[in-house]
């Protein structure tokens, strides 16, 4: 099940039924199980804190990944997403900030099912993931 919700920011997301397919495709495409994933669309301020109390990183991300299955192949987690972060992100980048958003998505969906972007050469595998997925999403 994927469940989408809003902390302290007010967004909804544009045709979840079609971001739900794509999820499970990309999960199933990476030989995983999907169980549960919760995404909470929230603020810079809201992440900062989240950040600073799990992390103990003091600065802004777009995003932050909690894995929480026990399994090793099935996916199951929380994804904070800051809107404020992507719409920044999608001016400096000059993409429109649904396609920023659908990118920050999967890179969560990325995280749970074992990329990591720890280094230049995971970042690079990581974002041609990405970009392969983000091909698809115009297919579900």
């Not at 549960?36 to 669309?41: H, K, L, R, S, W």
Request: proline share 1%; aromatic share 14%; with cysteine.
């Amino acid at each position: 099940m994927i469940q989408f919700f809003a902390e302290d920011v007010d967004y909804d997301l544009p045709n979840p039924t079609k971001v739900k397919r794509w999820l499970k495709f990309v999960i199933e495409s990476e030989s995983f199980t999907l169980n549960q994933m919760n995404y909470i669309f929230c603020s810079d301020e809201y992440l900062l804190n989240m950040n600073r109390e799990h992390l103990q990183h003091d600065y802004y991300t777009d995003i932050i990944t909690f894995d929480t299955s026990d399994d090793e192949k099935q996916v199951e987690g929380e994804i904070y997403i800051s809107t404020d972060r992507v719409k920044e992100n999608a001016q400096t980048m000059e993409i429109t900030f649904d396609e920023e958003l659908r990118r920050v998505i999967v890179h969560g969906v990325l995280h749970l099912v074992g990329y990591n972007d720890e280094n230049d050469l995971a970042k690079s595998k990581m974002r041609g993931k990405e970009d392969f997925y983000l091909k698809n999403y115009k297919y579900q």
